[in-house]
């Protein structure tokens, strides 16, 4: 960090002003010189500032979110029910700001897109690593989803690590397992490499825990993991909307198939035994 010297003196109004002979410590501690240098947009087009900014917030949240989870994580593997369910109301408040963070661009039109969209050429938001390792924590893992980062050999280290960790949800059902609830064997014991699959084991487990005593711990911890499932699933539906508005049918950049392979992702389930067990309580 850069020294500085700090000399202070009233406004006119009462109010102290601070000089610094170097950067101020908002600036050393939130570089925010920094963050405000990364905006480069390729074309003259007023929107694509929008367009570039908003994308760049989200992986911010992205991170953040990342981080919370994987907290809550290593909480449940030492059974630290409150440090858990901690990270979890925090990223829980952080991917509803996410989720708010498509309103400067969700209702672009077709032209207004086009203004800008050759530029970025083959850039895609399923490129982005960070929000991979979102998906793999909730258990969508996927090894082809690696491969794009091949030529970035730091990025794909992080990826292969979330690959091969088990998830937040693997960590769910292992904790519910040593409070007594019947989670398979083989549940317990997967490759946790691959997706994780809908069980009729794990789908029994959550049925116990909401048809037992209602202020039961685990209970609020289902309900907070519905919440964010909602969350989730809320931030795919907007993104396949926004798309849809923006690109109508048309490919997807990246190779992608845009609004067909959006569709896809958006029916895909989180946790989906905290869903089907409620239809049996």
């Known amino acids: 960090m850069t020294d500085s010297t700090t000399a202070a003196h009233e406004s006119r109004d009462g ?11 908002y600036e050393d501690y939130v570089r925010a010189s920094v963050l405000s240098s990364l905006q480069r947009p390729l074309t003259d087009d007023p929107v694509e500032m929008s367009f570039l900014v908003t994308t760049q917030v989200m992986e911010l949240w992205f991170t953040l979110i990342v981080n919370e989870w994987r907290a809550a994580r290593e909480a449940l ?4 029910h409150d440090a858990a ?8 408040n952080a991917h509803r700001a996410l ?19 050759a530029a970025f050429g083959q850039a895609s938001g399923f490129q982005s ?37 088990p998830s937040l949800y693997d960590e769910v059902l292992r904790h519910l397992h040593r409070r007594g609830l019947p989670v ?15 069980d009729a084991g794990v789908e029994e487990a ?6 037992g005593p209602q202020q039961d711990p685990l209970v609020a911890l289902g309900e907070l993991l519905t919440d964010l499932a909602e969350t989730v699933l809320r931030w795919r539906a907007d993104h396949l909307m926004a798309t849809r508005r923006a690109m109508g049918s048309k490919t997807g950049s ?26 049996h309580v």
């Open 206 to 211: 959550w049925r116990l825990v909401y048809a």
């Open 77 to 80: 593997i030492k059974d630290d």
């Open 184 to 198: 398979p064997q083989h549940v317990l014991e997967r490759d946790v490499t691959l997706a994780h699959e809908p």
């Open 85 to 92: 369910m901690a990270a979890l109301r925090r990223s829980l």
């Open 15 to 25: 109010d102290p002003v601070l000089s610094f002979s170097g950067t101020t410590p």
């Open 254 to 279: 990246g190779g992608s198939p845009g609004v067909a392979w959006l569709e896809k992702r958006a029916a895909r389930p989180v946790f989906p035994e905290l869903w089907t067990a409620r239809g």
């Open 99 to 117: 989720n708010d963070s498509w309103r400067p661009i969700a209702a672009l039109t077709p032209a207004q897109f086009n203004g800008f969209r």
């Open 129 to 165: 690593a960070q929000y991979r390792r979102m998906e793999f924590l909730l258990g969508d893992k996927s090894r082809s989803m690696v491969q794009p980062h091949r030529g970035h050999p730091e990025v794909r280290e992080a990826l292969e690590e979330s690959l091969t960790e």
